[in-house]
């Protein structure tokens, strides 16, 4: 059928539904022909384009080459980040992959190869194999970036709003007053999630903002591909959404019990109520704080002198003992 196809290649019948820039000649066969025998037209006779990789070239953007290149093995280029204008160019032959794609790659670290095992263990991607991981992350459009300790981390890329994983370091949730006050709202450490609750709002900056607290490394997925599964309908996909929604109640439950903490009346009661907390999460008498002084001052909303000065008071007093971040509930 191949031979057929070349032999009809300047064919005056209909033209090949997605354009002659992408396969160079003409559809050989008529809108009648059997679906077995057709070689084109996707949308038109309800099966795959035939044409051979060749035809295609690396830039065809028609939905089986797009779909290969999700579901059936992603190469080291990623077109989804060019723009219309970009891919035109590209399969023009007027430009390069790599100069236009140049400053994406400076910007971000797309996943391949062996860096997706240390993704497996997330709880994000719980019940996903690995196999399959690939495929999903260049579904969810995700790339990585690393943070110095300070940098604010922004969750919209190109308009669209994306929701970050952290992989390395702690990120911390912060909400300044006119008068630059900040207070510490909440923290997430290593495999948790944040910037979800800000998924269908692009002014989340205005309400907080996200700062690594140490030098960081954070995984990015955009939220609506996130939340919407594709024509694909795979089942990874599902299980990632399931995922996303016992995180979100997980994050849930971390602000229920700030609440609960700053409620108490005294500083005494905010201190000992955090540090049992923690003990309970952690099973033990002997508990690891993640938190400097003057972030745990800030998560208590509290003066940093004055929580020194009671938590000298309690040691004192042997309720409780402490070596750095390192500390023993006693009673």
């Known amino acids: 059928m191949g031979q057929e196809i070349k032999e009809k290649k300047n064919s005056t019948e209909e033209s090949c539904q997605y354009g002659e820039?992408?396969?160079?000649h003409s559809c050989a066969c008529s809108g009648g022909t059997e679906e077995s025998t057709c070689g084109y037209g996707f949308?038109?006779?309800?099966?795959?384009?035939?044409?051979?990789?060749?035809?295609?070239?690396?830039?065809?953007?028609?939905?089986?080459?797009?779909?290969?290149?999700?579901?059936?093995?992603?190469?080291?280029?990623?077109?989804?980040?060019?723009?219309?204008?970009e891919r035109e160019a590209?399969?023009?032959?007027?430009?390069?992959?790599?100069?236009?794609?140049?400053?994406?790659?400076?910007?971000?670290?797309?996943?391949?190869?062996?860096?997706?095992?240390?993704?497996?263990?997330?709880?994000i991607f719980n019940g996903v194999e690995t196999e399959n991981l690939n495929a999903l992350l260049y579904c969810m459009?995700?790339?990585?970036?690393?943070?110095?300790?300070?940098?604010?981390?922004?969750?919209?890329?190109k308009n669209e709003q994306h929701v970050g994983v952290v992989l390395q370091g702690s990120?911390?949730?912060?909400?300044?007053?006119?008068?630059?006050?900040?207070t510490l709202l909440t923290y997430m450490n290593e495999g948790e999630i944040f910037g979800e609750t800000f998924g269908n709002n692009t002014a989340a900056g205005e309400y907080v903002s996200?700062?690594?607290?140490?030098?960081?490394?954070v995984l990015f997925i955009s939220f609506q591909k996130a939340i919407h599964v594709c024509k694909n309908r795979c089942a990874f996909h599902f299980r990632l959404i399931e995922n996303l929604f016992d995180l979100i109640g997980k994050k849930n439950i971390q602000l229920m019990e700030k609440i609960e903490v700053t409620s108490r009346s005294?500083?005494?009661?905010?201190?000992l109520a955090y540090l049992s907390l923690q003990a309970q999460k952690q099973k033990s008498k002997y508990i690891e704080l993640g938190l400097s002084r003057t972030d745990m001052a800030q998560f208590l909303c509290t003066n940093r002198s004055a929580m020194t000065r009671e938590l000298s008071q309690l040691k004192d007093e042997g309720i409780i003992d402490f070596d750095r971040n390192t500390f023993i509930l006693k009673q």
């Open 21 to 24: 820039g992408y396969h160079e």
């Open 43 to 85: 949308d038109s006779h309800g099966h795959s384009c035939g044409c051979s990789e060749e035809d295609h070239g690396e830039g065809c953007t028609c939905p089986d080459c797009e779909e290969k290149r999700t579901h059936q093995g992603i190469g080291d280029k990623d077109f989804s980040v060019l723009s219309g204008k």
């Open 90 to 123: 590209l399969q023009r032959g007027e430009v390069s992959f790599t100069s236009v794609h140049s400053r994406e790659q400076e910007k971000k670290k797309h996943l391949k190869g062996d860096e997706l095992l240390r993704y497996r263990d997330l709880e």
């Open 141 to 157: 459009k995700s790339y990585v970036r690393s943070y110095k300790k300070g940098e604010i981390v922004h969750l919209e890329e």
């Open 171 to 182: 990120i911390h949730m912060l909400k300044t007053d006119v008068w630059g006050n900040e």
């Open 210 to 217: 996200f700062v690594a607290a140490s030098k960081a490394e």
């Open 266 to 271: 005294s500083l005494r009661e905010k201190i």
